[in-house]
């Protein structure tokens, strides 16, 4: 896989090629055609550093070629929420802002972009569901936001440590995590290490507990449905014995991409995360990273199978108070035909949304030149399959991301874990929470 | 999907009515036969084999040491759960190898019945329970066999490097572990939880599984693999059939552009792949599955306010266990009914072992119960009631349907369920 710092220019003429096969399909207005223009990008720094010099050419040089003067401001994932709250309190800011996540609370502030899944389906195909999911408003039937990827979030476990206790391909289940990470940490001092921090990895993490349990925030009809059965109680007395018995009270005070650094230190025994983790280790310690495994997510209970929620969806939205609209709707269009190469500059981090963008995948999976071994990767070959939309089981609504933005879930986790709270307490008092966000929103048309 | 269960084409109902007039009165004692009798089925054509254990080159290929698998059929438990009295749980029979290579000479004669995973309920699943798993390392970590290697012929120059299968970390050819792929199959047992003294065990005894809603003592005990042994079972299992077609109708690709998917042997642009989930048919070819045990958190004598009426209904429609405790029969009953509520839990043994017990099953479900696959000397592995009566009749008269007629009860003419029906009553 390439180590693609700058757009290559087969990528730059492909992408070129395309843009002009297809046409503009935004009709640019008078007033910009007059002049120079400019597009102004916001969008969060990913994980794999090697990706943001790669964008910040693509952008740069798709500009040269549309008479564009782009700039790129690369913002921290913890910031991009308050970044983006005061543009759109402002009224003005950036031309596109790219989040890492499902901006539904945004839509009111957001063009409607059904007509860039339209262009587009007419190279790649009907819209996935994932980014049907993750980017459509159910209430003005409008799209918020364009989804072109996405990262899975398998489980990372160090495999020379499972081995030690007869667990060599890992714990497999939440129910194995917990009698196998108990065991490691009792006779190893090694702790599990999944982060219960109100972070990204925090907030994926327990998302995805609580919904390998079944305890849904919302319905499809985005009711609230937290608390109104066991699950979440069940869902955090298992937590209470995971941190108990197997954990560290540093999975409480991470900083953003503090079980990552753990994890590649030796510190801990697994993790879930996006493969930014392992490719952390690969660059950092080709040792560590060899000992490092992927799995795909534990087994749920209850019916819920083999799931994660993913790690990142990447939304671009385009404000409907930018000055540059146009321009900004046809680099969202385009950036769809350079996931290819967007796919191997993040070194495997972005999954396309759209399939046919990168339809080798599963072989590059397969022979990763960086991974050891070469096919270590493969297990994200069905990561399609065992990962929903945030906001599942129903969409991304905007109640559902602002529980998801406020933390709301690890800020409940920590209050039983810290034993502030019983189990029973902080399930009941974050649902009154979630229902005044529910009921908040519902009086917003 | 192509679903075969209850859909017999007109010919075989034809063929099934042609076949009434050579009906003969069932032969209960030829049960113990050793002797193959696939073409038995009256009047259907017998293109079904009978299920056969898998010999142990098959078991090595597909990631799974078979000197690792716990009471395996052929070599263990010839007699015991599930046969009673004087059957036998298998038979030795040459030609099973003649018929798939794969197999070794072992038909399998204990057919265990079973609810899909569908949400009909339907008494439709029928299975063979070769042998169990109880640890992590009975998965293979390196293997490695050349097939189809040639090096002579009449002038030695006929030369084939042949094909390597490995197990490479614990990976197979396509690099996934059999692990991973088995646990996205759950079968659902369901442990008896009234103890010898008459009470109500509300948790398994496996502290790592004990469910925060109800006590963990008095316990049932899983810590052995006769816990999923049909005595033991308060109801007959359930199988997640979350499967791709079996006759490759699908192309196991999920989509249907050829850039993206070419299944093996297409004709697509796109490198040969498979971009569709795990299938049971097309991946797990041991048809291993991973056991999700489930039990009730409340005395069906005292369920409490909540579960009172849950479990009423429930009892009401699918019926009692010898427990007490209501038959669940469909992922709805036990996921949103039950367990939402707080009246049953579930979970899975750890894969370490350290639990004891079955923690995955190499238990093939028959791919066709139809046309021969239900061989005349088979017997039904069901849970019966504590009075010897079979727990869900729906079960026993599929099962003689399929051993007599070659097809499902519903799918016979009245005449013809009447005879299972007399004979049904005859067997229970």
């Not at chain 1, 989804?147 to 489980?155: E, M, Q, T």
């Not at chain 2, 030609?95 to 439709?124: V, Y």
Request: with cysteine; hydrophobic share 40%.
């Amino acid at each position: 896989m390439p180590n693609a710092k700058r757009v290559s220019r087969r990528d730059f003429n492909k992408l070129a090629a395309s843009t002009a096969a297809v046409g503009p399909f935004f009709l640019l207005s008078g007033r910009a055609r007059a002049a120079q223009k400019t597009l102004k990008i916001a969008k969060w720094s990913h994980f794999v550093p090697q990706f943001d010099p790669w964008f910040d050419n693509l952008a740069r040089e798709w500009g040269q070629q549309h008479d564009t003067q782009v700039t790129v401001e690369n913002i921290p994932v913890e910031k991009i929420a308050a970044a983006a709250t005061a543009e759109v309190k402002a009224g003005k800011g950036h031309d596109v802002f790219i989040f890492p996540w499902p901006p539904a609370q945004f839509y009111q502030h957001a063009v409607d972009h059904t007509e860039i899944y339209q262009h587009v389906a007419g190279k790649y195909g009907a819209i996935p569901q994932i980014a049907y999911r993750s980017t459509y408003n159910f209430k003005n039937k409008k799209h918020f936001a364009f989804a072109d990827f996405w990262a899975p979030s398998p489980l990372h476990f160090r495999q020379d440590y499972w081995a030690k206790i007869g667990m060599p391909l890992g714990p497999g289940h939440y129910g194995s995590l917990y009698s196998g990470g108990k065991h490691l940490r009792d006779e190893f001092h090694i702790p599990c290490g999944l982060a219960f921090t109100p972070t990204l990895e925090g907030n994926i993490t327990l998302h995805t507990m609580l919904y390998a349990f079944r305890a849904w925030i919302l319905t499809g009809n985005d009711e609230v449905v937290f608390n109104k059965n066991v699950f979440a109680g069940v869902a955090l007395k298992y937590l209470l014995q995971l941190y108990r018995e197997a954990g560290t009270p540093d999975q409480l005070g991470w900083s953003p991409g503090g079980s990552v650094s753990a994890m590649v230190a030796g510190k801990t025994s697994c993790a879930i995360n996006a493969i930014s983790l392992l490719r952390a280790a690969e660059a950092q310690d080709p040792q560590t990273a060899g000992n490092i495994w992927l799995q795909q997510p534990l087994l749920g209970r209850s019916g819920m199978g083999i799931t994660a929620l993913p790690h990142v969806t990447n939304c671009a939205v385009v404000w409907s108070f930018g000055q540059n609209q146009d321009e900004a709707k046809q680099f969202v269009a385009d950036l769809i035909d350079s996931s290819r190469a967007g796919y191997a500059s993040s070194l495997g981090f972005n999954f396309p949304t759209y399939p046919k963008t990168v339809p080798d995948l599963i072989v590059r999976l397969s022979k990763d030149p960086q991974a050891n071994p070469h096919d270590k990767y493969v297990v994200l070959k069905d990561a399609l399959h065992w990962t929903p939309n945030l906001g599942v089981p129903g969409f991304a609504t905007p109640a559902f991301m602002e529980v998801f933005n406020g933390f709301l879930i690890p800020k409940m986790v920590q209050r039983v874990l810290k034993g502030e709270s019983s189990p029973e307490d902080a399930a009941a008092a974050a649902a009154t929470e979630i229902q005044r966000i529910a009921d908040k929103w519902q009086q917003i048309t | 999907m192509k679903i075969i269960r209850e859909q017999t084409s007109p010919v075989v109902v034809g063929m099934a009515m042609m076949g009434l007039a050579f009906l003969t009165a069932p032969n209960l004692a030829a049960a113990q036969t050793a002797t193959p009798t696939p073409s038995s089925v009256t009047g259907v054509a017998a293109f079904n084999p009978p299920p056969c254990d898998y010999n142990d080159t098959f078991y090595m290929d597909n990631g799974l040491t078979p000197t690792d698998v716990v009471g395996r059929f052929g070599t263990s438990r010839l007699t015991g759960p599930p046969a009673t009295g004087k059957q036998v749980n298998w038979v030795a029979d040459s030609t099973c190898s003649q018929r798939d290579p794969d197999r070794r000479n072992f038909r399998i004669l204990a057919i265990t019945g079973g609810f899909p995973d569908d949400e009909t309920g339907s008494p439709t699943e029928f299975i063979t329970i070769l042998g169990f798993v109880t640890n992590q390392t009975a998965f293979e970590t390196t293997y490695s066999r050349n097939v189809g290697a040639i090096n002579g012929g009449l002038d030695g120059d006929q030369q084939n490097p042949g094909e390597t299968i490995s197990i490479v970390n614990s990976a197979n050819p396509r690099s996934i572990s059999m692990q991973n792929l088995v646990s996205n199959f759950e079968a659902y047992p369901a442990p008896r939880q009234r103890l010898a003294n008459g009470k109500i065990a509300l948790n398994p005894c496996q502290a790592d599984m004990v469910s925060p809603l109800a006590p963990a003592q008095p316990c049932f005990d899983l810590s052995t693999v006769n816990a999923v042994f049909t005595p033991n079972l308060r109801q007959d299992w359930r199988f997640a059939t979350n499967r791709n077609a079996i006759d490759g109708s699908d192309n196991n690709c999920i989509s249907n552009d050829p850039t993206v998917c070419t299944p093996p042997g297409g004709s697509g642009t796109a490198p040969p792949q498979s971009d569709s989930p795990f299938g049971y048919f097309c991946d797990d070819l041991l048809g291993m599955w991973i056991n999700s045990y489930f039990w009730y958190t409340v005395d069906p004598a005292n369920p409490g306010k909540v579960c009172g009426p849950i479990l009423k209904q429930l009892g009401q429609q699918n019926g009692l266990t010898a427990d007490g405790t209501p038959i669940v029969t469909t992922g709805d009953q036990l996921d949103n009914q039950l367990e939402a509520n707080g009246c049953a839990a579930e979970g899975q043994l750890a894969f370490d072992g350290s639990d004891g017990g079955a923690i995955w099953l190499v238990c093939p479900a028959i791919p066709d119960p139809r046309a021969g696959a239900i061989s005349a000397d088979a017997f039904l592995d069901q849970v019966h009631n504590n009075n010897g009566t079979p727990q869900n009749i729906g079960l026993t008269l599929n099962f003689l349907s399929l051993q007599r007629f070659g097809v499902f009860f519903t799918q016979l003419t009245a005449a013809q369920q009447s005879q299972i029906n007399t004979a049904e009553a005859a067997v229970n």
